[in-house]
């Protein structure tokens, strides 16, 4: 994402892509690694120039999860879930991430990672992260994947500067099963909640509702309740 970072400060346009197949410093959300083995995976920034009020810049994140979702689905012929904000599961292991970042005013990174080929994972992300099988040289290559996730990110990256949020909230929800009756744990900054998903609010934010009640959850990792 810096690299992307530094090519929007030079001016470079709205879609300019930053690949990469293996990362030495990848981080995720509030400051996760990323696991990411040598030739394992599909890593890119993608630079988007787009005037969007702070409010929005959760339904981005969801945009772009759903650009990652059609991709993946559609070229390794698999049917992946959307975990609240920036997940894309298959069977209920993670295989793929997104963080969108701001670099400068009108100007956002997109930064995607998807596990691609990859033969393994360490010890303690091996029952929670899994990866996709891609055949190089095939029609249904990685760099077919490539092309269609960028593809899909500007396509769902317009929808939301032209429509607003309305719509990709909508199929966020119509798309994921961690938005409606999921039990889930959220590692908040300062404390653990715990309880049932109870659908978005108007924003994007999650609902989840607790023994104490109704909870808004602005950001946080989700995760599978007990």
Known sequence: ???????????????????????????????????????????????????????????????????????????????????????????EKKIAGILVQTAEPQTLIAGIGINVNQAGFPEELRSIATSIRIETGREYSKEALLERVVAESLRYAEMLDRHGKGRILEQFRARSSYVWGKSVRVEAADREIAGITAGLDDHGFLRVRTAEGMETIMSGGVRPGD
């Open 1 to 91: 994402m810096r690299e992307a970072a530094a090519l929007a400060a030079r001016g470079e346009p709205h879609g300019t892509v930053v690949v990469a197949e293996t990362q030495t410093g990848g981080m995720g959300r509030h400051g996760h690694s990323w696991h990411s083995e040598s030739t394992g995976g599909l890593y890119l920034s993608i630079v988007l120039r787009m005037d969007l009020p702070a409010e929005s810049l959760p339904a981005l994140t969801m945009a772009l999860g759903l650009a990652a979702q059609n991709a993946v689905d559609d070229l390794a012929g698999v049917l992946c879930d959307l975990r609240w904000p920036n997940d894309l599961l298959l069977n």
